[in-house]
């Protein structure tokens, strides 16, 4: 049990243009979803934290207006880039915490690699 | 505040060796610790967690890890690498509880090579 899954895995998009990401928990609700960018032999960086039916939370640096995100009900989250640039591409993960379970378990999504032409 | 440092952005060992990827920590309240692996274009997979219980952790596929206070470091260790452990790994902190529980901390990565 327990899975994510991200849709689509991959997604190439002209400059300028937006690109939505989907996060599906399929086993299980999910309270909160996260979102994080990786770059290429980079770590992970958290983007945002998503809530259900609430305003996601941003980490600082994270532009909120450029990447828009979505949670509305309990088995999905969505990440729009809005005018997506080059500098966008990346690997995007979300994950998905089982709703009231301990806080400290996060499962992962395979992953939506974006790029940018 | 919490950070995580790993120590060694690639580590290679042989075959049937020790494998040995170090973490080290910083937090200002008592941590949980994890760690993942990465395999080329997918998601993250859990191998073990730390969540003050036993400070021995053992995980999927022969890992496990020690969590050391005085020393703040969460290492991992396998006795025995395989072909397959070839892989990304990576360390994570989150907060146990307070308006940054459930926030993961990645460090940098450790990429493992296993050479035949």
């Known amino acids: 049990g327990a899975v994510v899954s991200q849709h689509p895995s991959r997604v190439i998009c002209k400059s300028g243009t937006s690109v939505k990401i989907e996060c599906r928990s399929l086993d299980f609700q999910a309270t909160t979803m996260f979102w994080y960018r990786q770059f290429p032999k980079q770590s992970l960086m958290l983007m945002a934290t998503s809530n259900e039916g609430s305003k996601a939370t941003y980490e600082q640096g994270v532009e909120k207006d450029k990447f828009l995100i979505n949670h509305a009900s309990l088995t999905l989250s969505t990440l729009t880039v809005t005018s997506a640039h080059p500098e966008d591409s990346s690997f995007y993960i979300c994950?998905?915490?089982?709703?009231?379970?301990?806080?400290?378990?996060?499962?992962f999504g395979p992953g939506t690699r974006l790029l940018v032409l | 505040a919490q950070s995580v440092t790993q120590l060694g952005s690639h580590v290679s060992v042989s075959e049937g060796a020790l494998v040995l990827l170090r973490c080290n920590y910083s937090?200002?309240?008592?941590?949980?610790l994890f760690w993942y692996v990465q395999y080329p274009n997918q998601g993250l997979q859990l191998l073990l967690k730390y969540t003050s219980a036993a400070t021995l952790v053992k995980g999927i596929n022969g890992f496990e890890a020690e969590f050391k206070k005085s020393e703040t470091s969460f290492h991992l260790t396998k006795p025995s690498a395989h072909m397959s452990d070839a892989a990304e790994y990576f360390c994570?902190?989150?907060?146990?509880?307070?308006?940054?529980?459930?926030?993961?901390?990645f460090g940098q990565g450790t990429e493992l090579s296993v050479k035949p």
């Open positions: 994570a902190v989150s907060a146990q509880r307070g308006n940054q529980g459930g926030k993961l901390i």
């Open positions: 937090s200002s309240v008592p941590p949980y």
């Open positions: 994950s998905a915490r089982r709703s009231g379970q301990k806080q400290e378990t996060q499962y």
